[in-house]
């Protein structure tokens, strides 16, 4: 059975605003564009197909329709777990065909201004697809939540889902893992920033 992607009573995104559903990988927090999901399944039996690269799991019957399915946990080189009842498949479409994503968890719809979007840390000598278009949350919490304790929101990296069908390449795995990385380092630079002008939110 689908799960439905909406925001009840959500307005309809306009050019300054965005809606993004966000999911889990490997601990990790991402997000892609909520206009490219076009449902969230529950995992289905998959069909092997020959000397497909490591991280495409076969293809589904979906509705009649043939759907590849990636491992985006194996296409990010993390390593391999068994899927638990929080795994879900988002199907999602890249150039006009539906395409399955494996992620260990599906989230929430967050929805934002794209000036909250910042662009992803570029890494010198970064190799292979670039899989991220950009980076948000991590920002000091303000109002009651910073007055719980909360430090930041969530940081989530924005899915390039076209760079996940790209070849692969030697240490673009690697690479991604990095940008990550650096994404998250920001984020905390920029709450210990917070922390030494004194704003809310902020650690002590």
Do not use: H, W
Request: proline content about 10%.
């Amino acid at each position: 059975m689908a799960a439905p992607v909406t925001t009840p009573g959500a307005a309809p995104s306009d050019g300054s605003r965005v809606q993004l559903c966000t999911f889990r990988i490997g601990g990790e927090d991402y997000a892609l564009d909520i206009m490219r999901v076009r449902e969230i399944i529950q995992p289905l039996p998959v069909t092997p197909v020959p000397r497909a690269p490591a991280f495409v799991e076969g293809v589904v019957r979906l509705r009649g329709e043939v759907v590849p399915v990636v491992d985006v946990r194996k296409r990010f080189g993390l390593p391999a777990t068994p899927p638990t009842r929080k795994s879900k498949y988002l199907i999602v479409t890249v150039a006009g065909r539906r395409l399955g994503l494996v992620v260990d968890e599906v989230c929430e719809v967050l929805r934002l201004s794209r000036a909250d979007i910042r662009p992803a840390p570029d890494l010198v000598g970064q190799r292979g697809p670039r899989f991220f278009l950009g980076v948000c949350g991590g920002d000091p919490v303000q109002g009651p939540a910073a007055r719980r304790g909360a430090g930041t929101t969530r940081l989530r990296l924005l899915l390039n889902v076209k760079a996940l069908l790209d070849p692969s390449q030697p240490g673009e795995a690697e690479a991604a893992r990095a940008l990550a990385e650096a994404s998250r380092a920001q984020a905390e630079a920029a709450l210990a920033a917070a922390a030494a002008r004194g704003e809310p939110g902020s650690r002590p």
